[in-house]
């Protein structure tokens, strides 16, 4: 049936013009960023095709960065997307996130405090609660696994130092990378951040995995136990 509202529908493209056909004649680099996420999500709405969603949604939410970072609520409560959309949405993006950290052997390769902090701001940026994570790295510092340790309230996460190193102590890790979020924004410690990460390190000492960094992650930024001399080598 024609279309009487002089909007284009996706169907009414070129078939060599579609964002899927596009991206198999041509590959997926040759695609904008609305064109991708066109794929991942589909279908669009009544009154809004797909790529004019897929655009909707980087102009919500600032952008490729911005999308990332949105929680899986607020894609949801956005028009045309609803919670299964949402779901593999942030699915891809985290796919996309994990690509990007892997080394030429497929892991992390934790180098500098700015590695570790990279990692867990793509986990903890936006989190609403406090969410301690514990990564498990080997003796080239390569991690293979990371894990949530602990969720707490909207303003402290309470956990022993013994929990942190439950799982380690099974994968036999030989060090650890510790980050926490502030949902404040501020990644400034507070005493008990420092009193935790001390007892964390000398606990550590005692079972024979070190500590390598404390991360705090606030709203684009971090702070590094080991950058502020915390954390002593």
Do not use: C, W
Not at 181 to 207: A, V
Request: charged content about 20%; glycine content about 8%.
């Amino acid at each position: 049936m024609p279309n009487h509202n002089n909007r284009l529908l996706l169907k009414e493209l070129p078939h060599e013009e579609r964002p899927r056909e596009r991206l198999i004649q041509q590959g997926a680099v040759a695609l904008s960023n609305a064109e991708l996420i066109a794929i991942t999500l589909r279908t669009g709405r009544a009154n809004e095709n797909v790529l004019e969603l897929a655009t909707h949604l980087l102009a919500k939410f600032d952008g490729l960065s911005g999308l990332s970072r949105a929680s899986i609520q607020q894609l949801a409560e956005t028009p045309g997307i609803g919670p299964a959309k949402a779901a593999e949405l942030l699915a891809a993006m985290e796919l996309g996130k994990r690509i990007g950290q892997l080394n030429g052997e497929g892991r992390l390769q934790v180098t500098s405090p700015e590695d570790a902090a990279k990692f867990f701001q793509a986990r903890l940026s936006g989190e609403q609660q406090e969410t301690l994570y514990v990564m498990h790295v080997d003796t080239k510092h390569r991690s293979f696994r990371s894990i949530p340790v602990y969720i707490g309230n909207v303003s402290a996460v309470i956990v022993r130092p013994a929990e942190v190193f439950r799982e380690a102590i099974k994968d036999n890790a030989t060090a650890i990378i510790v980050a926490h979020n502030h949902p404040s924004g501020d990644p400034s410690p507070s005493p008990e951040d420092i009193n935790f990460t001390k007892e964390i390190k000398h606990l550590g000492q005692q079972l024979g995995i070190e500590l390598l960094d404390h991360i705090v992650v606030g709203h684009n930024t971090y702070y590094s136990m080991k950058q502020h001399g915390i954390i002593l080598s």
